[in-house]
Each structure stands twice: as structure tokens, then as C-alpha cells.
């Protein structure tokens, strides 16, 4: 699985983002993970590519929606009321477990390359 992940960029606190993750090749769960300086690599959300089932991490929920379109092989994640404690590296992945929650960027099988997000206060 190749992934490509994409629309990162520079956004004013409050506004919106959504970044994209092309994927060739497929693995049961879609992953977004973030990275700020000089902090772990964060679980942001997971989808099932089957049934759509999402997961959450706590600073993801009730702002950001993580989905995913099957027919273009691509990942999403809506961001909305950001924050500047959002900016970040943002980087999709894939492995066939579910793992959520602290450490689970630890033991994906597949990994894009990251998009940067900035959030200006």
C-alpha cells in the first residue's frame, strides 16, 4: 500500500482544513496520525475501509471527521474549529489491526510521507 497524503497548508485559528490521503492498494484500517515538534506521534482517528466505523482520538473529537471514498481510493479528514495545538504534521497510514489510542502509531504496516498544518492564533 503506497500512501500520498495531501492539502495541508496554513489556516487561521477557527477555520477549516480537510486533507486527503491517496491510497493505492488498500488494508482494512485507515489511520491519520499528527506530529508536533519535539512531541509523540498522536492517533488522530481510524476507519474501517469496509463498514465506514470511525474512531477518535480525544483532541479529534466533535471537531474533526475522518472518511473515506471507496471508489477513489482516498482517505479524508475534515478538520474544523482548529486550534493552533493542531499544528502539526499530519500523516495517514494503513495496517490491517485496529489500533487506537497512545503508542498505536507504533507497528503500522504502511505510512505516508505527511502534510503540514499550521494553525495561526
Known amino acids: 500500500v503506497q500512501l500520498q497524503a495531501s492539502g495541508g497548508g496554513l489556516v487561521q485559528a477557527g477555520g477549516s482544513l480537510r486533507l486527503s490521503c491517496a491510497a493505492s492498494?488498500?488494508?482494512?484500517?485507515m489511520y491519520w496520525f499528527r506530529q508536533a515538534p519535539e512531541k509523540e506521534r498522536e492517533f488522530v482517528a481510524a476507519?474501517?475501509?469496509?463498514?465506514?466505523?470511525?474512531w477518535y482520538g480525544d483532541s479529534a473529537k466533535g471537531r474533526f471527521t475522518i472518511s473515506r471514498d471507496n471508489a477513489k481510493s482516498t482517505l479524508y479528514l475534515q478538520m474544523n474549529s482548529l486550534r493552533p495545538e493542531d499544528t502539526a504534521i499530519y500523516y495517514c497510514?494503513?495496517?490491517?489491526?485496529?489500533?487506537?489510542?497512545?503508542?498505536?502509531?507504533?507497528?503500522?504496516?504502511?505510512w505516508g510521507k505527511g502534510t503540514l498544518v499550521t494553525v495561526s492564533s
Open positions: 497510514a494503513a495496517d490491517p489491526i485496529l489500533r487506537v489510542g497512545s503508542g498505536a502509531y507504533r507497528g503500522m504496516d504502511y
Open positions: 476507519i474501517s475501509w469496509a463498514t465506514g466505523s470511525a
Open positions: 492498494g488498500r488494508s482494512y484500517y
